[in-house]
């Protein structure tokens, strides 16, 4: 089992930044794949981004590519989505998700979920 909970999300102006964290406990971190969701009003929940257990790989959806970066320490067992440049369209609620798996863009390929964190920008 994996418990994960996020932290770090807020109201900020269009073009500010947040870094978004989520924190793990339970089972070994070191060995498990991290992705970051999100789900706006009324709108699927659809993928941000993933990285790789050893934080060697990390992909990310085109509508964050060069705004947004994943990373991990898995000293601390958390992840970390630092955006930038926000946009309106970046309000959300952002879910951390983790999985024994490939760190794919799928949401069916998560076994565990955090309860989300809201993001807001305005414009």
């Known amino acids: 089992q994996v418990q994960l909970v996020e932290s770090g999300g807020g109201l900020v102006q269009a073009g500010g930044s947040l870094r978004l964290s989520c924190a793990a406990s339970?089972?070994?971190?070191?060995?498990?794949?991290m992705a970051w969701f999100r789900q706006a009003p009324e709108k699927e929940r659809e993928f941000v981004g993933s990285?790789?257990?050893?934080?060697?790989?990390?992909y990310y959806a085109d509508s964050v590519k060069g705004r947004s970066t994943i990373s991990r320490d898995n000293a601390k067992k958390t992840v970390y989505l630092q955006m930038n440049s926000l946009k309106p369209e970046d309000t959300a609620v952002y879910y951390c998700a983790a999985t024994l798996g490939a760190a794919t863009a799928y949401e069916k390929n998560y076994n565990y979920w955090g309860q989300g964190t809201q993001v807001t920008v305005s414009s």
């Open positions: 990285v790789t257990w050893a934080g060697g790989r990390t």
């Open positions: 339970g089972r070994t971190f070191s060995d498990v794949n």
